[in-house]
């Protein structure tokens, strides 16, 4: 499974101008002057315009990653170890912290009391 950076910005665009539309037809029908009768045609055009775009973004979605999100929920894998990266588990030394950086070492134990002599 392969993601591919540059169409990043292709889904954002796409997620924009599905809010832009959406937006556009709820405005068309509540401002429209017809209270019974049918659908104006602006509304119409536009609800199949939001249906396109919906469709195109839930298809590059699901080629950027969706399947791989789909497939985590449903087998509960590790999303990162399927595409071979590491998680957030212990570094080589041992420290918890993101991968690929070495945590700072552990804090030392506090002094032992001095022993009392008497």
């Known amino acids: 499974m392969n993601i591919d ?16 539309l959406l937006g ?11 209270q019974f009768g049918g659908t104006p045609s602006r509304v ?7 249906g396109v775009v ?3 973004l839930t298809t590059l979605f699901m ?3 969706g399947a791989l999100l ?3 929920v449903v087998t ?10 590491a998680d957030n588990g212990p570094d080589a030394d041992g420290v918890q912290g993101p991968p690929g950086q070495a945590g700072a070492a552990p804090a030392p134990a ?9």
């Open 54 to 56: 919906l469709v195109a």
């Open 44 to 50: 119409r055009a536009l609800t199949w315009a939001s």
């Open 70 to 72: 789909v497939q985590a």
């Open 24 to 34: 556009t037809r709820a405005w068309v029908v509540e401002t429209g002057r017809r």
């Open 110 to 118: 506090p002094p032992a009391p001095a022993a009392q002599g008497g």
């Open 5 to 20: 950076p540059a169409l990043d910005p292709w889904v954002w665009i796409l997620a924009a101008v599905l809010l832009v």
């Open 63 to 65: 080629t950027q990653a």
């Open 76 to 85: 509960g894998t590790d999303p990162v170890a399927q595409l071979g990266g």
